[in-house]
């Protein structure tokens, strides 16, 4: 440090000092004078403390923690289609979280990290559901309905197909019975098909509600009486996409000569275009209205909507199409192995109601034939927008090939539900051995979605699709293959 000079010598300094007399003592004791802090430590403070300042201001503008994001709640409210029928549920079975998946407890769902304005962005583009357009359901009749006419005969029906198929064929066999005047007997389920279910029809609907909601439109009975069991019964698979004069002229004239008519397939496939309006109101009734699922069904589907939203809040339904018995109908055989190419080609060769034997995968690829594989499933919904934290309920039977074919969507998408990690093994057992009713959770749980995708337009597809549109939930997404 340098001092400020008097212009003196040191030699000088010492010999002026020595030849003074020393002071007088002070008459008032003086305090002592405060040590003087040296300049180098102030200035080493200074900058400690502007850098200091500096550091955090720096903080507090680019590493903000994140305000939690807007509720859900304005946006997934439902009318629930079963809170009607079933109390609100309390854990009735005392389950945790520990029941599912391990991963799931290693890694929390966290929220998606947005500000509000992202967030509305992403609500807008994402899960708002889309307007109705005016659009209504519409089920209920014309003033010119009249109740059922006396019956002439009765109509026996034998599915046949999944559990959407034969829901769509019996709607048909409703209106079918309405136009030729017959009775209905409670259908009898496909139980020879490849999913070799043997649940009857009120293992899966509520029989009586069935029977007492259409009590105005068809007179529907549980079984054939006894005196007809034995009768000579016309056995017909009715013409596809007929209309109205073919039942009411050709099917109708049958009761002339029987008292019995039986159906040997229900996908007739009813004509959808110029049947009177209260027809096509009938159909709506019988399958948005009629065909409730039985309660313990509807129950155990609640359960499985209700633990999805506990966990995760709003979700996607995917319902992925990518089983053995779909791979092997279609002859879709992309990103498949040699070996699981051939199971596939045996398994449609041998299966007897597939008439279609030789199928060109390519070919079939290249005409937008072929469901999505659950890679290309994951890279659609990451261009959709989806961050990776969406949570997902996989709707679908066992996925062809397992976790080996299921690994890409999960490392885009680690949250993949299903009712098989929501619910206990006890819980499903009384449905597990029926793939019918599993199709029926499944059922559920996608109607409920916030959103719902299908990696192939099948007959669930369709049906979710429509009944959501129905009841007016949630946005559906139908990719173009």
Known sequence: MC????????????????????PPPPAVMQLPRRKAVPFFILRRLLIATIS?????????VHVQVPPPPPSFSHYSHHHNYFSDKFPAFHDPQSWTTEQVLLHLSKAPFAAPKLNDS?????????????????????????????SYSESRGYLLVHTNGGLNQMRTGICDMVAIARIINATLVIPELDKKSFWQDNSTFSDIFDEEWFINSLANDVKIIKKLPKRLVHATKMVIQFKS????????????SKWDFYKVIRASKSDSRLANNKLPLDIQKLRCRTCFEALRFSPRIEQMGKILVERMRSL??????????????????????????????????????G???????????????????????????????TALGYPSNTPIY???????????????????????????????????????????????????VSV?????????????ARAVEGHRRFLRRGRSISPDR
């Open 312 to 349: 995760f809040g709003p979700y996607i339904a995917l319902h992925l199409r990518y089983e053995k018995d779909m791979l092997a109908f279609s002859g879709c055989t992309h990103d498949l192995s040699a070996s699981e190419a051939e199971e596939l080609r045996i398994i449609r060769e």
């Open 3 to 22: 001092y400020c000079s008097d212009g003196r010598s040191d030699e000088h300094r010492k010999a002026t000092n020595s030849a003074q007399p020393p």
């Open 351 to 381: 299966t007897v109601y597939w008439k279609k034997k030789y199928i060109d995968p390519i070919e079939e690829r290249s005409k937008g034939l072929c469901p999505l594989t659950p890679k290309e499933v994951g890279i659609f919904l």
């Open 118 to 146: 992202g967030w509305n962005s992403d609500y807008e583009k994402l899960w708002k559901p889309p307007p109705n357009h005016g659009f209504l359901p519409c089920t209920k009749p014309t003033p010119n309905y009249s």
């Open 394 to 444: 996989i709707a679908a039977g066992e996925i062809y090939g397992g976790e080996s074919h299921m690994a890409e969507l999960r490392s885009r998408y680690p949250l993949l539900m299903s009712k098989e990690n929501l619910a206990s093994i006890e819980e499903l057992e009384p449905f597990s051995n029926h793939a019918s009713q599993m199709a029926a959770l499944d059922y559920i």
């Open 448 to 460: 409920e979605s916030d959103v719902f995708v299908h990696s192939y337009p099948g007959n669930m």
């Open 52 to 60: 200091s300042l500096a550091v955090t201001t720096l903080l507090f």
């Open 241 to 252: 996409w007929s209309g109205l004069d073919y039942y009411e002229n050709e099917i109708a």
